[in-house]
């Protein structure tokens, strides 16, 4: 009988604790988790398929480095690996109301965290698509699209994975208010920032301006601190 994973965190043989991602060596692919993205609700959705040779970390986060340096190059290189990005301005907003959740007497609005995010975080997940600014994974899901995205890897990874009844880390955020309206002057602000450091950005708060909004992610990643 095949033993699966049901451990909270379960890092198996003598490999060091690490941020959330796994490795399944059974279908030969890696899931690097990125944050506020859906990641927790794949995890969710992978885990039952996962055997006692396999990695899974589930706390915290792990960039593809990390990966490379603790389990070499012939399982990084040659195991199919994913991960999953979303609009900027969205995930800014669900990272708002989950740390509100977690410290609810921290922030006294959403302007007051997107500025002391802004100046004291990166809030870009290229970190885990890159190495030395080069993309490393074999594919980058689109959250607002994950369904159909984690069913066209279907045949890469071996698994079809349904999230369609997990919602992990959910209810924390108010239903049917658009992130759009979340946002003034605080976006405009940052915009303004970096452009001040010579990157020409401009405001776009259309749902369906993914490409810009990824650069512009992009570029807060290279000019943040």
Known sequence: ?????????????????????????TNKFIFIKSEKTGGSSVETALEPSLIFSDVYHKNGHEIPAQILQRYGSKIFNHYFKFSIVRNPFDKMVSHYFWQKYLQPEKYNSFHDFVKEFYDNKIISNWKYFSINNNIVVDRILKYE????????????????IDISNIFEKSGYRP???????????????????????????AV??????????????????KFAG
């Open 1 to 25: 009988m095949v033993e699966h994973l049901t451990c909270n965190e379960v890092v198996l043989g003598s490999i060091p604790r690490g941020g959330s991602m796994i490795i399944s060596h």
């Open 145 to 160: 699209d994950l369904q159909k995205d984690l069913h066209s890897i279907s045949s890469d990874i071996s698994i079809d």
């Open 175 to 201: 239903v049917n208010v658009p992130y759009q309206e979340y946002y003034s002057d605080t976006i405009k602000e940052m915009v303004e920032a970096i452009k001040a450091k010579g990157v020409p950005a």
């Open 204 to 221: 776009s708060l259309s749902a369906g301006a993914f490409l810009c909004n990824h650069v512009f992610y992009v570029a807060q990643s």
